[in-house]
């Protein structure tokens, strides 16, 4: 979020089990009520890259990745700009399916949505959810990914949920091992994904994943 609007806090994932970056809804919540580091093996680490200091996450048929709450407008902070970098992209990634709701490289913007709004099933789910596991896990999210098939531009339900929201960003293997820069209008994006005016941002989150494609994939993030 651009000039600082994204200060640190913190929650993680679902513990032992449940820890699966995308969530396994009921049993798998999407990512989380803010906290640092969830990773299934190691987690994400500081590396230099090109002058930079940036995030290296490393998923082999597992999660990793970090998230921070924040506390932010979107009709104040619109833009999120991010730079990534991915080594490769996944072959059975589907994001479809449960078996292939992996990728590379996601990023997650954890919205503060009223649960009254939410339809009475999903909400009896997510009460459920936040009673068993954590009292801060968000009732909407957009996940911004880099995906190996899906077309850029596209805006689907998880396959877990629909409460998240998969935004496809970068698509395919062209740019991989490349620095890419994002920017999203969040508040554009929240509209197009879920059909209501953006609340205020909880949290933000980056990952890759890839433990139910079993796969390996390597990500980059920076200056987010």
């Known amino acids: ?3 600082g609007a994204a200060q640190s806090v913190e929650r993680d994932r679902e513990p032992d089990a449940l820890r699966d970056v995308a969530a396994r809804e009921e049993a798998r919540q999407e990512p989380v009520a803010p906290h640092d580091e969830f990773a299934d093996a190691d987690g994400p680490v500081g590396i230099e890259d090109d002058g930079a200091t940036v995030l290296r996450a490393e998923a082999n048929a597992s999660a990793s990745g970090l998230s921070r709450a924040i506390n932010a407008s979107p009709a104040e902070w619109p ?3 991010w730079r990534w970098k991915v080594a490769n992209v996944l072959k059975a990634s589907n994001l479809a ?7 590379p490289a996601r990023v997650y913007v954890m919205f503060d949505y009223p649960l009254e709004k939410l339809p009475f099933a999903e909400r009896t789910k997510l009460r459920l959810a936040r009673a068993l596991y954590d009292p801060h896990l968000p009732a909407a999210t957009l996940c911004y990914v880099w ?3 899906a077309s850029a531009g596209t805006i689907a339900p998880s396959a877990y ?3 998240v929201r998969v935004v496809v960003v970068e698509s395919g293997a062209a740019r991989v091992n490349q ?3 994002v920017e999203r209008d969040v508040a554009a994006d929240f509209k197009a994904a879920f059909g209501d005016e953006a609340p205020a941002i909880s949290g933000i ?4 994943d890839t ?3 079993g796969e390996s994939a390597v990500a980059h993030f920076g200056d987010i």
Not at 97 to 103: R, S
């Open 97 to 103: 399916t449960k078996a292939g709701d992996d990728f």
């Open 211 to 213: 433990d139910n494609t």
């Open 205 to 208: 989150a980056i990952a890759t």
């Open 79 to 81: 833009t999120l700009r």
């Open 1 to 3: 979020m651009r000039q």
């Open 161 to 163: 949920t629909d409460r």
């Open 179 to 181: 620095w890419l820069t």
């Open 147 to 149: 995906d190996g098939k």
